[in-house]
């Protein structure tokens, strides 16, 4: 399996960041750099990583069904994560949970029919002072307003054409 | 850039770089004092450095509250194996966001902080363990690591001290159990992040089954200061048993939501309505979580009198926690709230052991059931019972964070519970509904 130079450069790193003969301890940073690369951890990914690590696919497998950022089906481009967490929900996350289910016509894990969104209620992401909250892959948004949520969804659906 | 406006009443010590420009720049740290508590700590010996932070009572401060200086005191010294730091940067008590800060404004002084305890165990590594969904901060330390390996304060024989030190970040990808210290050990050894029984403690058997010290980044942060001013003038800016400051996430039904470091010992009261600027809407304070989530939730009137500290807190049955306080007003549904807790551990409940699991899932289950207005009286007392039975039974402390905050629940709002009896909808939600549509 091939990666950008740059993600190469990233697992020989992690590679060597560890003891001596712990070189597993470099898996779970290597499967979600790579998921971010090729979308999602797929059966190639796993492979990949099992053998850069020493270990059999099978134990990379178990270990991918316990951590909620590991996805094994490919999500949309743009991953809408809305936190309804207590602080959040105190916030009126719940509202916005709905309203974004209602305008992307989906549900909890769900990828819209054109791959553009795929939608997630996550636990508490650490925003708590800035709730209402959520994450677009790896971005924050802090204090979204249901009008501010149709905006930005509206915002990347553009990007996406 | 989610940081509030500072309260005058505040005391910046960890906090007191946050908003400027540049703030994570090593230049700006190193103008402003950085690193010269490293310096001073490395003509010290080991044991002067852990007493200074004895001395200093600096407890844990990612919600267990443990002695730090006690902690590092239990790292067999002599022992033949290599020794290691490691950072609990996987913030993810519900209502805590403080770390975060931390990390974005001040990525320096958290590397400062590992060098000291590095040297007052004699570690020459340490992990920095990020959770997953702070990416940008893994891209913000891994600059600051790399200007502190430039300018010659990270690697080998730092600054001429003889000193080396190597320190690296490393992702989570998702579980607020790895925020619990052993299974993060085992997350950080490439496993499912499940606990481990203890004895033996971190201290003695933790990464890759060396010596190693565990703290949350708040704790490790504090620790140039104690070094630099002295652990006693730590000490005097708190209460007795608990000095200095602490992070203070204000969340809720809260006018002036924001990250605000208090001396321990503050007052509640006064933290929220002056530092917090008082409940939103001008409502009345219902319910009140002193440190996130799994702390037992203080009603109005416990809230008189307390203050924000270790004491004070289990006076009153609770705990200070990781510093998430949340604020309910009047319009809260408590029955919700619990639900919305449970749901939440029930979903992080790692499954290792079966009281917290099954006892998890049964709470959720039984909460839904009455939120949705479908509860019976018996089941009251059935949710406090399995709460009950969890309590102390589990490995890691997971199982008492969700039943705790439960217990305090349904006993200090049973009322609620019973305004749901019978099909009856729920009275908070068709307010909120008409209010708001």
């Given at each position: 399996?091939t990666?950008?130079?740059?993600?190469?450069?990233?697992?020989e790193?992690?590679?060597?960041?560890?003891p001596?003969?712990?070189q597993?301890?470099a898996?779970?940073?290597?499967?979600?750099?790579?998921?971010?690369?090729?979308?999602?951890?797929?059966?190639?990914?796993?492979?990949?990583v099992?053998?850069?690590?020493?270990?059999?696919?099978?134990?990379?497998?178990?270990v991918?069904?316990y951590?909620?950022?590991?996805?094994?089906?490919?999500?949309g481009?743009?991953?809408?994560?809305?936190c309804?967490?207590?602080?959040?929900?105190?916030?009126d996350?719940?509202?916005?949970?709905?309203?974004?289910?209602?305008k992307?016509?989906?549900?909890?894990?769900?990828?819209?029919?054109?791959g553009?969104f795929?939608?997630?209620?996550?636990?508490?992401?650490?925003?708590c002072?800035?709730?209402?909250?959520?994450?677009?892959?790896?971005?924050?948004?802090?204090?979204?307003?249901?009008?501010e949520?149709?905006?930005l969804?509206?915002?990347?659906?553009?990007?996406?054409v | 850039m989610?940081?509030n406006?500072?309260?005058?009443?505040?005391?910046?010590v960890?906090?007191?770089?946050?908003?400027?420009?540049n703030?994570?720049a090593?230049d700006?740290y190193?103008?402003?004092?950085?690193?010269?508590?490293?310096?001073?700590a490395?003509?010290?010996?080991?044991?002067e450095?852990?007493?200074?932070?004895?001395?200093s009572?600096?407890?844990?401060?990612?919600?267990?509250?443990?002695p730090?200086g006690?902690k590092?005191s239990?790292?067999?010294?002599?022992?033949?194996k290599?020794?290691?730091?490691?950072?609990?940067?996987?913030?993810?008590?519900?209502g805590?966001?403080?770390d975060r800060?931390?990390?974005?404004?001040?990525?320096h002084?958290?590397?400062?902080?590992?060098l000291?305890a590095?040297?007052?165990?004699?570690?020459?590594?340490?992990?920095?363990?990020v959770?997953g969904?702070?990416?940008?901060?893994?891209?913000?330390?891994?600059k600051?690591?790399?200007?502190?390996?430039?300018g010659?304060?990270?690697?080998?024989?730092?600054?001429?001290?003889?000193?080396?030190?190597d320190?690296y970040t490393?992702?989570g990808?998702?579980?607020?159990?790895c925020g619990e210290?052993?299974?993060?050990?085992?997350?950080?050894?490439?496993?499912?992040?499940?606990?481990?029984?203890r004895?033996p403690?971190?201290?003695v058997v933790?990464?890759?089954?060396?010596p190693?010290?565990?703290?949350n980044?708040?704790?490790?942060?504090?620790?140039?200061?104690?070094?630099?001013d002295?652990?006693?003038?730590?000490?005097d800016?708190?209460?007795p048993?608990?000095g200095?400051?602490?992070l203070?996430?204000?969340t809720?039904?809260?006018?002036?939501?924001?990250v605000?470091?208090?001396?321990?010992?503050?007052?509640?009261?006064?933290?929220?309505?002056?530092v917090?600027g008082?409940?939103?809407?001008?409502?009345?304070l219902?319910?009140f979580?002193?440190?996130?989530?799994s702390?037992?939730?203080?009603?109005?009137?416990?809230?008189?009198?307390?203050?924000?500290?270790y004491?004070?807190?289990?006076?009153?049955?609770?705990?200070?926690?990781?510093?998430?306080?949340?604020?309910?007003?009047?319009?809260t549904?408590?029955?919700?709230a619990?639900?919305?807790?449970?749901?939440?551990?029930?979903?992080?409940?790692?499954?290792?052991?079966i009281?917290?699991?099954?006892g998890t899932?049964?709470?959720?289950k039984?909460?839904?059931r009455?939120h949705e207005?479908?509860?019976?009286r018996?089941?009251?007392?059935?949710i406090?019972?399995?709460?009950?039975?969890?309590?102390?039974r589990?490995?890691c402390?997971?199982?008492d964070?969700?039943?705790?905050p439960?217990?305090?629940?349904v006993?200090?709002?049973?009322?609620?519970?019973?305004?749901?009896?019978d099909?009856?909808?729920?009275?908070y939600?068709?307010?909120?509904?008409?209010v708001?549509?």
């Open positions: 399996m990666f950008s130079p740059q993600l190469e450069a990233k697992f790193k992690l590679l060597t960041s560890y001596p003969g712990r597993r301890s898996m779970i940073p290597m499967l979600l750099y790579g998921q971010d690369e090729v979308g999602y951890v797929s059966d190639e990914l796993i492979e990949e099992a053998k850069r690590v020493g270990v059999s696919p099978l134990q990379v497998n178990e991918i069904s951590y909620s950022m590991l996805h094994r089906k490919p999500l481009k743009y991953h809408v994560q809305i309804t967490n207590i602080s959040c929900l105190l916030n996350g719940d509202r916005l949970w709905e309203r974004a289910c209602a992307l016509g989906i549900g909890h894990k769900e990828v819209t029919a054109d553009q795929s939608l997630e209620e996550v636990e508490c992401i650490g925003a002072s800035w709730a209402p909250a959520l994450q677009v892959n790896y971005d924050f948004y802090h204090k979204v307003t249901p009008d949520l149709d905006r969804l509206d915002g990347l659906r553009k990007n996406a | 989610p940081y406006e500072p309260s005058p009443l505040e005391t910046r960890l906090s007191r770089r946050f908003g400027r420009p703030s994570a090593i700006t190193l103008a402003d004092g950085g690193y010269q508590a490293f310096l001073k490395a003509k010290m010996k080991p044991d450095i852990i007493e200074e932070v004895k001395i009572n600096l407890r844990g401060r990612g919600g267990a509250g443990f730090a006690m590092w239990f790292v067999p010294r002599n022992s033949p290599p020794k290691y730091i490691v950072v609990n940067a996987d913030e993810s008590e519900p805590t966001c403080k800060l931390l990390m974005e404004y001040d990525p002084l958290l590397i400062e902080g590992c000291i590095g040297l007052s165990v004699g570690a020459h590594a340490g992990y920095i363990y959770r969904e702070y990416r940008y901060l893994i891209d913000i330390l891994d600051a690591l790399g200007e502190a390996y430039q010659g304060w990270l690697g080998t024989n730092i600054q001429g001290t003889g000193f080396d030190f320190l490393h992702t990808a998702g579980a607020y159990e210290e052993s299974a993060l050990l085992e997350s950080l050894e490439g496993k499912r992040g499940v606990p481990r029984i004895p403690f971190p201290a933790g990464a890759f089954q060396c190693t010290i565990l703290n980044v708040e704790t490790l942060c504090a620790v140039p200061a104690i070094i630099r002295g652990g006693k003038a730590f000490a800016l708190g209460v048993k608990a200095g400051t602490k203070t996430c204000l809720g039904h809260i006018n002036k939501p924001g605000y470091e208090l001396v321990l010992g503050f007052p509640v009261m006064k933290m929220i309505h002056e917090g008082g409940i939103r809407h001008g409502k009345k219902k319910a979580i002193p440190g996130g989530s702390c037992p939730v203080l009603t109005a009137a416990e809230c008189e009198g307390a203050t924000m500290d004491d004070s807190m289990a006076s009153r049955k609770s705990m200070l926690g990781s510093g998430g306080v949340v604020v309910m007003d009047e319009d549904c408590m029955v919700k619990a639900l919305r807790i449970m749901r939440f551990y029930a979903h992080e409940s790692c499954g290792w052991c009281p917290c699991r099954e899932a049964w709470l959720r039984l909460l839904t009455f207005g479908r509860g019976t018996a089941d009251i007392d059935l406090g019972d399995v709460s009950k039975n969890m309590l102390g589990t490995f402390p997971l199982g964070a969700a039943a705790l439960t217990i305090s629940i006993e200090k709002f049973r009322q609620e519970f019973e305004d749901h009896l099909g009856k909808p729920c009275p939600e068709q307010a909120r509904h008409l708001t549509v």
